[in-house]
């Protein structure tokens, strides 16, 4: 089964509100996570570093205060899109690292569609 | 930082016969190569990896090879299959065995198209 779990799948939201999109390690406690952005028929596209008890790291060109991070916990990131807009709308995921197997576990995505 | 080049972008090939995706990385300092297999809408699926310290790996039907000097790595699959049909990606990143995890750079994907 999947052992990162992310939601939701899909949600469809209005020009200026907010999304929030969950992602949980199932079995394992995730110090960093990363979120990536996939457009269509592009490639994955790391977005920012998501660090437990600490700030975010974004990568160049991403607006902090637009995709705010949240890492509450060892098991639990959280990435706020804020006042979304149409040319947001884009096939997010999020990824976990699990150090005792050195392998990277990915989100099933949220497919974030902005009318 | 890194960059990671993928060739070809698209690649048909007849049911049986093999497939060859090639990519290049810039950072020397990369010591992990992943192979990912993302069909449309889902999330991306090892297949298979390969760390700076072997030269090939195989699976099955799958193999990698890496050129370390060369900075340069490939995707083998043999007796391909329909449900072999899928975008490809390769990445890589640097292993941080202690704290945080290995973030990935990724190429831009192959589009496999195994044909009847």
């Known amino acids: 089964g999947a052992v990162v779990s992310q939601h939701p799948s899909w949600v469809i939201c209005k020009s200026g509100t907010s999304v929030k999109i969950e992602c949980r390690s199932l079995?394992?406690?995730?110090?960093?996570m990363f979120w990536y952005r996939q457009f269509p028929k592009q490639s994955l596209m790391l977005m920012a570093t998501?660090?437990?008890?600490?700030?975010?790291?974004?990568e160049q060109g991403v607006e902090k205060d637009k995709f705010l991070i949240n890492h509450a916990s060892l098991t639990l990131s959280t990435l706020t899109v804020t006042s979304a807009h149409p040319e947001d709308s884009s096939f997010y995921i999020c990824?976990?690292?699990?150090?005792?197997?050195?392998?990277?576990?990915f989100g099933a995505g949220t497919r974030l569609s902005v009318l | 930082g890194e960059n990671v080049e993928q060739h070809p972008s698209t690649l048909s090939v007849q049911e049986g016969d093999s497939a060859v995706i090639k990519c290049t990385y810039s950072?020397?300092?990369?010591?992990?190569f992943p192979w990912y297999k993302q069909e449309l809408g889902k999330r991306p699926q090892l297949i298979i990896d390969?760390?700076?310290?072997?030269g090939e790996k195989k699976d099955q039907r799958i193999a990698v090879t890496l050129n370390k000097t060369a900075k340069h790595f490939s995707l083998h699959i043999t007796e391909t299959q329909p449900e072999d049909s899928a975008v490809y990606f390769c990445a890589a990143s640097t292993i941080i065995l202690t704290g945080g995890g290995n973030k990935l750079t990724f190429g831009t994907g192959t589009q496999l198209k195994v044909e009847l």
């Open positions: 990824s976990a690292p699990s150090l005792a197997k050195n392998i990277q576990y």
């Open positions: 390969i760390r700076s310290n072997v």
């Open positions: 998501s660090n437990e008890g600490s700030k975010a790291t974004y």
């Open positions: 079995d394992f406690q995730a110090t960093t």
């Open positions: 950072d020397s300092a990369s010591n992990y």
